[in-house]
């Protein structure tokens, strides 16, 4: 499986994938907003891209479909819950769907709401390095919002039954990049996160166009998303959240760094 991360340079910090059938060169164009840059790209490296998948329906992953569509005659896949809300959706996805591109790759579908109702997220199957294309659910370093039709509940359910089973070598492929801010609230949730300051120190000036890529295993040491049981991200909650409770469980710690993520 071949993959190209390409950013927007949009003031949202879009990342569109390519994913890509070594034997066919056939692609999947995941979230393709900046049509012109996944097409040139597509174009200079002899890909053709016959499908495209929405993570979700928000527009800044979907405006650009008509437009890939028209150019290159794909297919679209989206969550069979947002065939309503994306237009000219071809295929209705549920969880457990396979998503084949060319012979050679296969994308199993995860059913994971919570940034909306309907969103879906992509684990690669078969050999070679293990992906999650997680749209809005989760980003390097963070979670997704629930602001705009999404639930921190059902975020946190998507995080507690399916995330935190993901094994710690799976590569984490978020829809934007927000990872050196996600960074900064590690670092003002839990300050001696030595981890989350080395990844600062060596990422705050990096080229997005050239993104480090995290793991599962990266995610488990820096985001505080997956780390709700660490005492000092209590604490530091405790001090801005009076109403936490003497001995919060995993979804009250969530929900309340959701809370304060949204204003921070």
Known sequence: ????????????????????????????????????????????????????????????????????????????????????????????????????????????????PGHTDSHICLLSEGSGDTSLFCGDTLFNAGAGHCKIGGNMETLYNTFSSQLANLSDDVLIFPGHDYMVNNLEFTLNREPNNEDAKKYLQKLEKQNPHDAFVSSMKDERKINSFLRLNNPSIIEELRKVDPTLSKDPNEKEVFIALRKLRDHW
Not at 35 to 56: D, P, S, W
Not at 59 to 70: K, L, S
């Open 1 to 112: 499986m071949i993959v190209k991360q390409l950013y927007a340079d949009n003031s949202l910090r879009n990342f569109h994938y390519l994913i890509v059938c070594p034997q066919t060169k056939e692609a999947l164009a995941i979230d393709p907003l900046d049509v012109e840059r996944c097409l040139y790209e597509a174009n200079n490296q002899g890909y053709k891209i016959t499908q495209i998948l929405n993570t979700h329906e928000h527009w800044d992953h979907i405006e650009g479909n008509g437009e890939m569509q028209e150019k290159t005659g794909a297919r679209i896949l989206a969550h069979n819950g947002a065939m309503e809300k994306i237009p000219n959706v071809d295929q209705g996805l549920i969880a457990g769907d396979i998503v084949r591109v060319g012979s050679q790759v296969s994308l199993k579908v995860l059913d994971t």
